[in-house]
Protein backbone atom coordinates (compact mmCIF):
# COMPACT_ATOMS: atom_id res chain seq x y z
CA UNK A 1 0.00 0.00 0.00
CA UNK A 2 2.62 2.88 0.84
CA UNK A 3 4.82 1.87 -3.19
CA UNK A 4 0.79 2.60 -4.74
CA UNK A 5 0.06 5.92 -1.89
CA UNK A 6 3.93 6.54 -3.01
CA UNK A 7 4.89 7.08 0.36
CA UNK A 8 8.42 5.15 2.05
CA UNK A 9 7.57 3.46 5.26
CA UNK A 10 9.39 5.46 8.46
CA UNK A 11 8.32 3.26 11.12
CA UNK A 12 8.64 -0.69 11.30
CA UNK A 13 6.94 -1.21 14.43
CA UNK A 14 4.98 0.31 17.28
CA UNK A 15 2.08 2.73 17.44
CA UNK A 16 3.66 5.11 14.82
CA UNK A 17 3.88 1.93 12.52
CA UNK A 18 0.23 1.76 12.75
CA UNK A 19 -0.88 5.29 12.64
CA UNK A 20 1.39 5.38 9.43
CA UNK A 21 -0.05 2.74 7.59
CA UNK A 22 -3.72 3.84 8.73
CA UNK A 23 -3.25 7.58 7.37
CA UNK A 24 -1.64 5.28 4.02
CA UNK A 25 -5.24 3.23 3.73
CA UNK A 26 -6.94 6.80 4.45
CA UNK A 27 -5.39 8.54 1.51
CA UNK A 28 -5.87 5.81 -0.35
CA UNK A 29 -9.52 5.18 0.70
CA UNK A 30 -8.65 1.79 1.54
CA UNK A 31 -10.18 -0.39 4.90
CA UNK A 32 -8.83 -3.69 5.27
CA UNK A 33 -11.31 -6.11 7.41
CA UNK A 34 -10.59 -10.35 7.71
CA UNK A 35 -13.40 -12.35 6.87
CA UNK A 36 -13.40 -14.40 10.01
CA UNK A 37 -14.89 -12.32 12.67
CA UNK A 38 -14.39 -15.10 15.18
CA UNK A 39 -12.05 -18.12 14.49
CA UNK A 40 -10.88 -21.30 15.69
CA UNK A 41 -7.25 -22.14 15.39
CA UNK A 42 -6.56 -25.90 15.00
CA UNK A 43 -3.15 -27.33 16.99
CA UNK A 44 -0.40 -24.72 16.76
CA UNK A 45 0.19 -24.12 13.07
CA UNK A 46 -0.13 -20.85 12.01
CA UNK A 47 -1.11 -22.38 8.46
CA UNK A 48 -4.67 -21.08 7.40
CA UNK A 49 -5.75 -24.39 6.41
CA UNK A 50 -6.15 -24.76 10.30
CA UNK A 51 -8.77 -22.20 10.70
CA UNK A 52 -12.27 -22.62 11.16
CA UNK A 53 -14.59 -19.89 10.99
CA UNK A 54 -17.22 -19.71 14.00
CA UNK A 55 -18.58 -15.88 12.47
CA UNK A 56 -18.11 -14.22 9.14
CA UNK A 57 -17.52 -10.35 9.62
CA UNK A 58 -21.29 -9.04 8.45
CA UNK A 59 -19.87 -7.31 4.89
CA UNK A 60 -23.23 -6.55 4.04
CA UNK A 61 -23.67 -4.01 7.25
CA UNK A 62 -20.22 -2.80 6.12
CA UNK A 63 -22.02 -1.82 3.10
CA UNK A 64 -24.85 -0.78 4.51
CA UNK A 65 -22.74 1.38 6.53
CA UNK A 66 -20.70 2.81 3.70
CA UNK A 67 -22.53 3.80 0.78
CA UNK A 68 -19.56 4.90 -1.12
CA UNK A 69 -17.71 1.36 -1.04
CA UNK A 70 -18.40 -0.21 -4.69
CA UNK A 71 -15.16 -3.32 -4.99
CA UNK A 72 -14.34 -5.69 -2.44
CA UNK A 73 -10.74 -6.77 -3.39
CA UNK A 74 -10.15 -10.77 -1.95
CA UNK A 75 -5.78 -11.09 -1.13
CA UNK A 76 -6.62 -14.95 -1.38
CA UNK A 77 -8.90 -17.52 -3.06
CA UNK A 78 -7.12 -21.02 -3.03
CA UNK A 79 -8.08 -23.60 -0.27
CA UNK A 80 -10.89 -23.95 1.73
CA UNK A 81 -9.20 -21.41 4.17
CA UNK A 82 -9.17 -18.28 1.75
CA UNK A 83 -10.85 -14.85 1.78
CA UNK A 84 -12.95 -15.19 -1.06
CA UNK A 85 -13.63 -19.23 -0.05
CA UNK A 86 -15.57 -17.55 3.44
CA UNK A 87 -16.82 -14.58 1.55
CA UNK A 88 -18.80 -17.01 -0.47
CA UNK A 89 -19.83 -18.86 2.35
CA UNK A 90 -20.99 -15.70 4.21
CA UNK A 91 -23.41 -14.50 1.42
CA UNK A 92 -24.68 -18.61 1.07
CA UNK A 93 -25.55 -17.88 4.86
CA UNK A 94 -27.29 -14.59 4.00
CA UNK A 95 -28.97 -16.55 1.09
CA UNK A 96 -27.02 -14.79 -1.55
CA UNK A 97 -26.03 -16.96 -4.30
CA UNK A 98 -22.58 -15.85 -6.33
CA UNK A 99 -19.90 -17.92 -7.98
CA UNK A 100 -15.91 -16.46 -8.98
CA UNK A 101 -14.96 -17.01 -12.62
CA UNK A 102 -12.13 -19.81 -13.22
CA UNK A 103 -9.08 -18.38 -14.79
CA UNK A 104 -5.94 -16.12 -14.39
CA UNK A 105 -6.15 -13.12 -12.01
CA UNK A 106 -7.60 -10.61 -11.72
CA UNK A 107 -10.55 -12.34 -11.38
CA UNK A 108 -13.37 -10.39 -11.58
CA UNK A 109 -17.00 -10.22 -10.70
CA UNK A 110 -19.95 -8.56 -8.75
CA UNK A 111 -23.17 -8.78 -7.33
CA UNK A 112 -26.02 -6.84 -6.86
CA UNK A 113 -26.97 -5.22 -3.33
CA UNK A 114 -29.38 -2.63 -2.49
CA UNK A 115 -29.50 -1.60 -5.32
CA UNK A 116 -26.00 -1.17 -5.74
CA UNK A 117 -23.51 -3.04 -7.98
CA UNK A 118 -20.63 -4.46 -6.14
CA UNK A 119 -17.72 -5.41 -8.01
CA UNK A 120 -15.59 -8.32 -6.46
CA UNK A 121 -11.86 -8.53 -7.70
CA UNK A 122 -9.80 -11.69 -6.81
CA UNK A 123 -5.98 -10.69 -6.51
CA UNK A 124 -2.72 -12.76 -5.81
CA UNK A 125 -2.10 -12.89 -2.44
CA UNK A 126 0.88 -10.31 -1.04
CA UNK A 127 2.09 -12.88 1.35
CA UNK A 128 5.52 -14.16 1.28
CA UNK A 129 3.68 -17.54 0.65
CA UNK A 130 2.36 -16.18 -2.52
CA UNK A 131 5.37 -14.34 -3.42
CA UNK A 132 6.55 -17.21 -5.90
CA UNK A 133 3.31 -16.70 -8.02
CA UNK A 134 4.30 -13.28 -9.30
CA UNK A 135 6.83 -10.38 -8.90
CA UNK A 136 6.37 -8.01 -6.25
CA UNK A 137 6.34 -5.24 -9.60
CA UNK A 138 3.54 -6.94 -10.95
CA UNK A 139 1.73 -7.34 -8.00
CA UNK A 140 1.56 -3.93 -7.24
CA UNK A 141 0.52 -2.87 -10.43
CA UNK A 142 -1.96 -5.11 -10.44
CA UNK A 143 -3.20 -3.51 -7.00
CA UNK A 144 -2.71 -0.12 -8.40
CA UNK A 145 -5.12 -0.50 -11.22
CA UNK A 146 -7.95 -1.88 -8.90
CA UNK A 147 -7.55 1.01 -6.13
CA UNK A 148 -6.71 4.11 -8.14
CA UNK A 149 -6.85 2.95 -11.38
CA UNK A 150 -3.42 3.66 -13.12
Avoid: C
Wanted: no cysteine; proline share 3%; aromatic share 6%.
Amino acid sequence: MARIAGKDLLHLTGEEAVEERKEILASLHVAITDMGLRINRNGDSSLDENLDAIEYTDILAILDDNPLINKILFTSSSGKVSAAKWFLNYLKQKNITHQFPKGLKPLRSGFEYKGRHIKLVILYSPSRRAANRISLDKLVEMYKQEIVGI
